[in-house]
């Protein structure tokens, strides 16, 4: 069965105080895994698209990679306004369903 | 600025009561959903819409009804017959199938 598993499921770091969130996978023929950063009482915001293994992608503080099993969400000397849940998700099979498969997140606090 | 808004952001109703959730989008997407999120839960899919006049049951369909008339509206109704309808729900929409989804910010129903 294909599934998605994001671990741990919370942290907390101290302001600047790197760490890596991780999002593991066993769909076959990965069509893209998508990261999305959502705060208390809102939607998912949207953040990287990955494709292929050893792809990478950064935004600000936050850096995603690819490999054939998992991504890493890094995150640099975090500050306490990225403290959210991230979620993670990839496109289910076959092709034409239009449905996604989501982790259950890793709900992050960061110290000031 | 395009993208998706769903009303109202909170909404309280009697058991036994049908309620009607409003999302529009006007990133000219084809593709619509409904999710709803629970704690400690991933989302799950309710419905989806490929194209208007056009819809299909998600995962947990059962209490719930949609309709696709025009291609920037996908209101979903909570209908007596869902037996847990307190909930977060949330509309998302995507260019196509395996394309990242893009979220509105949700409408927290309560029914008592």
């Known amino acids: 069965e294909d599934q998605v598993t994001q671990s741990p499921e919370a942290l907390r770091l101290q302001e600047g105080e790197s760490s890596s969130l991780n999002c593991s996978y066993t769909?076959?023929?990965?069509?893209?895994l998508f990261w999305y950063r959502q705060d208390p009482g809102k939607g998912p915001e949207f953040l990287f698209t990955l494709y292929s293994a050893g792809e990478e992608k950064e935004k600000e503080r936050l850096k995603a990679t690819l490999t054939k099993k998992e991504s890493f969400l890094h995150i640099t000397a975090p500050k306490p306004e990225d403290s959210a849940t991230y979620l993670c998700a990839v496109p289910n099979l076959p092709s034409g369903t239009y449905k996604y498969i989501f982790g259950t997140g890793t709900r992050l606090k960061v110290l000031a | 600025d395009g993208g998706i808004t769903q009303s109202p952001k909170y909404l309280f109703r009697k058991e036994g009561q049908n309620v009607t959730l409003s999302c529009e989008q006007n990133l000219n997407h084809d593709a619509m959903y409904w999710y709803r999120q629970d704690p400690g839960q991933g989302l799950r899919l309710i419905y989806y819409?490929?194209?208007?006049?056009?819809?299909q049951k998600g995962d947990i369909a059962e209490g719930y009804s949609v309709s696709r008339e025009k291609k920037e509206s996908f209101p979903l109704t909570v209908t007596s017959a869902q037996k847990n309808p307190t909930a977060f729900y949330l509309c998302a929409s995507s260019i196509s199938d395996s394309r990242p989804l893009h979220f509105g910010n949700g409408t927290r129903l309560t029914v008592t």
């Open positions: 769909v076959s023929g990965l069509r893209g």
């Open positions: 819409s490929q194209i208007v006049n056009d819809f």
